[in-house]
């Protein structure tokens, strides 16, 4: 005779502390079924390089916190549950929600087809800490701009949930037939084995990660976070894509916090799991995010695209050393400091004219915590494409920026060894340096450090002139 289980689906939620799903599984008294899905036949996009390698780390620490017990598929869930339904006593299925369209068309024809077989099919909410049809303006239609949506949509409506971990029996299902290397997300090259270098990912690991920004790095963390060389960010960002870490228990360890951290720095904290808040939001009000300008009037704009100067910016070779150091910190890191993700984002769309989607698309590939919403909808800010977005004509300059957010160059240096010996009076433009000093310092301007592949003042001129064109030609529409 079958044993009546209960099957948990793991998604972005590779957690067993606070999971929603586990939770309400919990309560019907029979062993639950872990399993893993990797749907790489009804999606849109396959997740990244990157992506691939940190997902592999983090099933195979959740699988041991879990003692083997979780059963790895690869292919379309539906066929998937149905081999499930013959072969164990399914009562209960349950998942927690993600919010790109075709994984909710995908959910809906699941449930859908389970909705006869089982007693019971539920999804939660395991990673968001507002839904997003539940945060509307007055006249019920959605915000396009954060500091509403934040101020008055999130924090005037019900406060997130506090944490809540239940006791689950995991049914041992015995099958040595689904391991994860059935998934095959480990590349096995030595890429993939340095970029894992700085990241930690066992269960007690993380914990610590979290506990060292609460007690050190959240000080200061308003003035601190735009500075790239230092402690002040969470670098958590992986570990919430993936759904390592809740959300919920982020946003009430903040409380904890009251008497030890001034609130400005919390709040500031709070706000930035705003944004990621806002992103999933923008994803499910206006889905076309991902793939086209929310601002439809920049479908016109005079984008350029030119495979050479494009490689010298993914390579970090555009003769600007912050821009160089945030995309070798990418590459080397599955990383890259917040403010340096601006610097460089302003840099393609704008000194370099190319359409965002460039960008988007190396970012998905490279960043460890590429999330379709918070990478879309960034890059859509920064290019002035998108909701609440930085206006075209707002350019980062690259030497500035560099000089305000890394005065000593620790961080540029880091990941330029080429210009290491260089005086900071000169790190952030080594063109403008005398050559005997070059000489002097082993650096030749062309061999082992590129010259600027642009002119800043030439290019955002240019840029604005292409704004100007995009204006004219709204006039004529």
């Known amino acids: 005779m079958k044993k009546d289980i209960s099957i948990h689906w793991f998604r972005q939620d590779l957690r067993i502390d606070d999971n929603p799903s586990l939770n309400h599984l919990s309560i019907k008294g029979i062993p639950v079924l872990l399993i893993f899905i990797l749907d790489e036949v009804n999606t849109d996009r396959p997740i990244g390089e990157a992506s691939k390698i940190w997902l592999n780390r983090a099933l195979i620490d959740l699988n041991q916190q879990v003692k083997g017990k979780i059963m790895f598929f690869k292919g379309n869930p539906i066929i998937i549950f149905r081999n499930l339904l013959s072969k164990f006593n399914v009562k209960n299925i349950s998942w927690n929600r993600c919010y790109e369209v075709w994984r909710i068309n995908r959910d809906n024809d699941l449930k859908k087809f389970l909705t006869d077989k089982v007693d019971d099919v539920k999804s939660f909410n395991g990673s968001l800490l507002w839904e997003p049809w539940e945060v509307l303006k007055k006249d019920k239609s959605p915000y396009k701009v954060f500091t509403p949506y934040y101020q008055k949509g999130c924090l005037e409506s019900k406060p997130p949930r506090k944490p809540i971990t239940k006791k689950i029996e995991f049914f041992n299902h015995n099958f040595a037939d689904y391991s994860i290397e059935n998934l095959k997300l480990d590349p096995k090259k030595k890429w993939s084995l340095n970029i894992l270098k700085e990241w930690e990912f066992s269960k007690n690991s993380i914990s610590k990660v979290v506990e060292n920004f609460f007690e050190f790095g959240i000080k200061n963390y308003k003035e601190g976070r735009n500075f790239p060389i230092k402690k002040n960010v969470s670098r958590l960002a992986p570990y919430i894509r993936w759904g390592q870490v809740s959300p919920h228990f982020l946003w009430h360890k903040c409380d904890q916090y009251k008497k030890k951290v001034s609130e400005q720095n919390l709040k500031t904290f709070k706000s930035q799991l705003g944004w990621r808040e806002f992103s999933y939001y923008l994803l499910f009000h206006f889905p076309k995010i991902t793939k086209k300008n929310l601002h439809s009037k920049f479908d016109k704009f005079p984008w350029i695209s030119n495979k050479k100067i ?27 400091h917040n403010r340096v993700r601006m610097i460089v984002g302003s840099f393609l769309v704008k000194n370099l004219l190319h359409h965002w989607k460039f960008g988007e698309n190396w970012f998905w590939n490279c960043l460890f915590d590429a999330d379709i919403a918070s990478n879309s909808a960034s890059w859509q800010w920064v290019a002035g494409t998108g909701a609440d977005a930085a206006p075209y004509f707002r350019i980062f300059n690259p030497i500035i920026q560099g000089k305000k957010f890394d005065p000593k160059g620790k961080y540029t240096k880091k990941y330029i060894p080429e210009l290491r010996k260089l ?49 004219e030609k709204t006039k004529e529409l």
């Open 310 to 336: 494009f490689n010298s910016w993914s390579r970090g070779l555009t003769g600007y050393p912050i821009v160089d150091a945030g995309m070798r910190e990418l590459y080397l890191t599955g990383y890259m």
């Open 423 to 471: 005086h900071i009076k000169y790190l952030f433009n080594p063109w403008d340096c005398p050559e005997e000093i070059l000489q002097r310092n082993g650096i030749k301007l062309g061999k082992n450090y590129p010259f600027p592949i642009v002119d800043l003042k030439l290019s955002r001129e240019k840029a604005l002139s292409a704004l100007l064109t995009l204006k």
